[in-house]
């Protein structure tokens, strides 16, 4: 079946440095692939997302590329802010009568000031 | 502008004892869904709603049951809660057409310990 695999966190960096989250997935087929960030005390809200191979996805500083053959997904952002402390979740998506996603573990970042 | 509100926040039950967790969306979405989100698991579909009417099973249906009470409100029976149902229980909705078609909207959370 579907899965997605991420690095295990916590991710610890200082403001400024580059972020690199890396997100594998087994899928059949092309599913949509998203990341979704879950800021302290909060639900989780749409970072970012790719339709289908080679898409990039962008906001906010942070940037994943659709790769279909690696079948990656790796969130980067080029200088991380304490703002962006948060746990970040990769996701798969297919449409089956309605949406249905399957996520990865989540990776939590701590950023240093 | 509410969104997905979800109550209570916070609930400590005792083995077998049963609750109910309420949902609740302004955004006239057709599906909804149930979450539970445990440390190194993610988060895991327990049952959704893809339309008024309907429900299905998830990923983790055991022990619970669920309510698509009309299109706004989606609730999560627990009808005899077990030390395993401790966890962060997660609310969210989404519309099948348009430009946000298919991103989830999630509400806060709501913290369940079953001692």
Sequence with gaps: GDSVTQMEGPVTLSEEAFLTINCTYTATGYPSLFWYVQYPGEGLQLLLKATKADDK??????????????????????????SDSAVYFCAL???SGTYKYIFGTGTRLKVLA | NAGVT???????????????????????????YWYRQDPGMGLRLIYYSA????????????GYNVSRLNKREFSLRLES????QTSVYFCASSE????????????????????
Aim: charged share 20%.
């Design chain 1, 57 to 82: 996805g962008s906001n906010k500083g942070f940037e994943a590329t659709y790769r279909k053959e690696t079948t990656s997904f790796h969130l980067e952002k080029g200088s991380v802010q304490v």
């Design chain 1, 93 to 95: 998506r297919r449409f």
């Design chain 2, 6 to 32: 979800q109550t209570p926040k916070f609930q400590v039950l005792k083995t077998g004892q049963s609750m109910t967790l309420q949902c609740a969306q302004d955004m006239n979405h057709n599906s909804m």
């Design chain 2, 51 to 62: 339309s008024e009417g309907t429900t299905d099973k998830g990923e983790v249906p055991n």
């Design chain 2, 81 to 84: 809660a077990a030390p395993s």
């Design chain 2, 96 to 115: 099948v057409q348009g430009v946000a078609a298919g991103e989830l909207f999630f509400g806060e959370g709501s913290r369940l310990t079953v001692l």
